[in-house]
């Protein structure tokens, strides 16, 4: 399986990225995805996940600023981030597991992850 994510860049507050994680090696239609965040010195966490048929759950953080999809065509997930702000700066993942619930609250236990993309969020 291959996560690439993408999407990242430095950006002031108050901005907007699309952030693009493309899913190789598995049948991206039947998976959950769920992107996730690390900030330097703390642990990773989810920040939204999109399940099979688009029923999507975003961290309390960072709803109404963010929104997460998906193109089945394209086995691509997208992560839509607006009103940017400093604490949201991190390196960001996506993973997928063909069970909601373990995207949402077992991630941590996922084995493999891709590089990430770098979010920078200046004030």
């Known amino acids: 399986v291959q996560l690439q994510a993408s999407g990242g860049g430095l950006v002031q507050a108050g901005g907007s990225l699309r952030l693009s994680c493309r899913i190789s090696?598995?049948?991206?239609?039947?998976?959950?995805v769920g992107w996730y965040r690390q900030a330097p010195g703390k642990q990773r966490e989810w920040v939204a996940v999109i399940s099979r048929d688009s029923f999507t759950r975003y961290r309390d953080s960072v709803k109404g600023r963010f929104a997460i999809s998906r193109d089945n065509a394209k086995n691509t997930v997208y992560l839509q981030m607006n009103s940017l702000k400093t604490e949201d700066t991190a390196v960001y993942y996506c993973?997928?597991?063909?069970?909601?619930?373990?995207?949402?609250?077992?991630?941590?236990?996922?084995?493999?992850w891709g590089q990430g993309t770098q979010v920078t969020v200046s004030s």
């Open positions: 090696g598995r049948p991206f239609s039947n998976y959950a």
């Open positions: 993973n997928s597991d063909l069970v909601f619930g373990a995207v949402e609250e077992g991630f941590r236990t996922f084995g493999f």
